[in-house]
């Protein structure tokens, strides 16, 4: 038999895209050829799927009808969250041949070479609510997101998450809080970096419950120390945290690690009390505020990006300029803002007074202009300052060549060309800005 060409189409998070490079590399190693979604047709199309929002839903099903659309005959595979609590829509709508859950890509291969030899299967997705441990029995020495360029990996140390905000289904489509084998995600950076890779994100869908499940006292700090022992890494990042992790040893611990980005993506909400007690957020306005002051006063070019959930029931004009102001004060560099999505299996669709669609929309506008001049202000306040860029991409146009990368503080910084700069850490005075990028002449 020929080789089968597959292609994998990823939506969603980070912790996805990496999920998605473990399957990649599982069919590479058993005789399956890679292609690109947009640009070959394949004889297997997996989708990795999101349902984060209702919005995630509906672009699952339309990657789903458009690999179907590309080829008619290719065999469909749908995995990840959406699969994980819509199986039995999915195959009642026929949108693909097989489903996968978010913790089943271990069974990939035996569940693809069963569909082709005999065209049905049986398989039941596991509840992934019971899952207690970390799946760690993979070889991770595999080709990461950037692989052409050799810059930027994403490292999975945590999946899924015991919080249960009342609006959220993730602890419905991930599980339980389940940490990764220190010496496991030692190994697998070491190797990285040995790769030619200079900067890791720490990923995972609630980074922050980093170690709540061992019996040994380990947390986030731990991971952040041992990597930092990894010579031929230059940088740290990390995706997403939770304010009640932000304390005095937590950051005492953190900046002594120079190889840490002064880079905190701090999820918010909501700047009311009143509605993140509502949504079963673990802080209030006081809590997270301390967390800022924290890292603004202990980060050098710290950078403060967040989320914003806008609408959430019971949400009156009073808490969204509560909302307004607070994000305000705190000059965040970037706010991402989401309109309220209802979730099945959640408190919050039973929720009352609901906010109608139009107010929505019209604080959803009101915040995104907010977040785009503070993001403005904030790029604005390093011209004429030096910073730490690292290169990822030459960009050609009929014009000129230049290069692009991010400082440590995740600023994005063109620079002119000068040989070849990809994947090299350089010093670069920022000289212009546009609304929310910048333009550095190297040092």
Known sequence: ??????????LGCKVNYYDSNIVKKIL?????DYVDFDDDVADIYIINTC???NLSDRKSRQMLNKARKKNPNAIILAMGCYSQVNSKQILELKLADIVIGSDDKKNILELIKKYIAQKDLDFKIKDVRKKKIFDDNYNYEIKNFNADERVRAFIKIQDGCDYFCSYCIIPFTRGKSRSRDLNNIYFEVQKICDAGFKEIVLTGINVSAYGNDFENKIGLADVIEKLGEIKNLARIRLSSI?????????????????????????????????????????YDREKYFEAVKLLKNNFKNVCLTTDVIVGFPGENENDFLDTFDFVNKIKFAKVHVFPFSERKNTCAINFKNKVSSEIKKTRVKKLIELSENLEHEYIKSFLGKELNVLIEKKINNSREEKYFGYSDNYLKIF????????????????????KNYGFGKII
Do not use: W, Y
């Not at 038999?1 to 990823?10: A, E, G, H, V």
């Not at 590479?28 to 399956?32: P, R, S, T, V, Y």
């Not at 009640?244 to 009311?272: E, T, W, Y």
């Open 242 to 282: 939770e304010p009640n992790i932000i304390n005095k040893n937590f950051v005492d611990r953190a900046k002594k690690n120079s190889k840490l980005c002064p880079h905190f993506h701090m999820s918010l909400q909501s700047g009311s009390d009143k509605i993140l007690s509502a949504m079963n957020r673990k």
């Open 1 to 10: 038999m020929c080789k089968l060409k597959f292609s994998i189409l990823t």
């Open 28 to 32: 590479e190693e058993n005789n399956f």
């Open 415 to 434: 620079v002119e060309n000068k040989g070849d700069l990809v994947n090299k850490i350089i010093k670069v005075k920022l000289t212009d800005i546009n």
């Open 51 to 53: 349902s984060v929002t």
